[in-house]
């Protein structure tokens, strides 16, 4: 839920229309997991067609970014687990709701929502990768600068942020492809 | 399509947006969408620890509970579907249930068992993530003897079907079907022949309708012998006599175009006996003859472990079965059964009401000699069917069913001697509507 309201202030923030339907998209979490991803991935798309981010350096943009990314990741968490809010949740939602009319509490707010929810998971592996992939990613924009804020590099620093996840994701199933862990089946079916 | 493929081919597809559009934001997405993927996979390494437990001894459809203790040992919460691996024949619930971190449960659910002896393992406990993303199955080490018992309601199902159904079939066949293929004489055609006996080429020849009569092999009498010795009168509520009487009373009523005449005897000899006719006051007679006093016992047939031992021992029973008739002038014990079968002339009709456990041997060695003589059909009330149910324990169910497994080698045996047919107390309405039609 506090992803879905971290997507719609957003939307206001910066007077998006697709981001406005981020809660009717988390309302289709209801009738199933699986037909939640295809709209969730439909929404995604959408997203990309109608939001634009040219370059990493430009600071303001790049907040409201991770504002936008962040929610859509914990959006799609909550409609994954299909847990209810607790009191926690609710004082959040209002911390994010604020920042539709205060821009500043916004991303912290979503930060934090977004923290408290995956500590559930108790994935220590998980944050290293997470952490260390983060890092590559920051040092290596931070060193490349000078090559990658020049106008028309945004094809090149699309390719790094790709290379940097596959990077991440490889070492992780390495290690765990001896576990016995399966992946579920998609199927379209009510949820219970 | 699993659901992470979906995932990553979401991220794939917004790579390639991003690249080819220039936009950052798809990008990001993408990445982000990677790192959640890997920190959730990461994150599960679920542990359960769980065990089963179940009844070895179980009733054929009776919905037996099964108790599963399961606890979470992993550091996450999981979800947690429970699949039996059952036999053939069986159903089983499927219950699903969140655990919490280090939380121990215990789960009851539903188990419906089919007849006959098993070995269940235990049952596949399919753990996935919160998210439905991740599976991983664990399967509870467990192994259980189980015997199913068959339910009286079975029995009696088992007990009425085909063979019951063949009574009617049989008699029909026996006295309406069969026709000698030598025809008798010509007749004109009246209202109510067959058109199937039209001779037509003596119906060409004379310009009218001519039937064929042919000797009818059931021009011969027909004899019901009923037994009414200590096995068939045994029963509180509902002896076999009673039916057996009824039996023999409805089928005499049934034949009433027939010529039918009726012998009772006991173990030692003819108690009653009335001639073949087609008079109508037959059926009179025949009730009178057959008021029967029922022998007082609690069970049929064979005695059980725990019944009450203020009898003689094997030894002394089977003393007194050779001495007493011979002390009553008898030729020996089960004579009257024979004694009865000596009555009806050659070529009759002969049908047997009887309990085939009291004198099994004598009575397989008589329809034997007695097939080559005459038409039999032998007619035997089925004990279990005549049983108590507000008796039932469930040692005496399986009791109950190790005796019908012995009656079913017997029923077999006989029907390869003469068609056999075991009834129950409610096939008579059955038997009264084939024979009708």
Redesign the interface.
Known sequence: MIGALGLLAAGVVIGNHTLIIAPLVYIISRFG??IY??A??AF??A???T??????YDLNSLVI??A???S??LM??EG??N?GPGRDEFILSAAVLTGAVIKSVLLPAIVLATVLN?R????W???A??TI??SI?AVGFVVLRNYLGLPGT??T???I??A???L??IP??LM?RN????????ELRKRG | ???????LL??F???V???L?????????????????????????PSVLASRHLSESMQEGRRETSRLVVKNAG???VRITVKEKLPPGFSAETPEFILR?GEDREVRYAVIPARGSYEIRGPMLDV?D????????FEVDSVVRVDVYPSLERIREEAMAEENIRLAEVLKESLFGIQAPEILFLRRFQEGDETRYIDWKATARLGELIVKEFMREDEGEIYIILDAGKEMRKGIKSSKIDYASTLALVLAHALKKHRVGLVVHDDYGVLHKIDPSRSPDRIERMARVLTVPPAVAELLSVKVPDAESHRLSDAGRRFMRNILPLVRGRRGAHSGLSEAAAIPPTGSFLIFITDITSHTGELARLLAELRSRHRVLLVTPNPILFYDESKLTRDKILWLYRRYVERERLIKRLNSIVPTVDVGPSDLAEVLRKVAE
Do not use: K
């Not at chain 1, 559930?120 to 994935?123: G, K, L, N």
């Open positions: 997991r699986d991803l295809i969730f991935s995604c798309i997203l990309g067609y939001l634009e981010l040219r370059t990493i970014s991770t936008i990314v962040l859509a990741i799609l968490d994954l687990t847990r995956f559930r998971v108790h994935s592996r998980g944050a990768a997470a992939s983060l990613v945004t094809s620093q699309v390719a942020l790709g940097t996840a596959v991440t994701v992780v199933w765990s576990e016995g862990i399966g992946w579920t089946v998609f | 399509m699993r659901r992470v493929e979906l995932l979401l991220s597809l917004l790579f947006q991003g690249y559009l220039g936009n950052l934001l798809p990008a990001i997405m993408a990445y982000a969408l990677v790192i959640y993927i890997t920190y959730i996979r990461a994150g599960f390494r550091e996450a919460d971190r996935q919160m998210r439905g993303l991740f599976f991983r199955n």
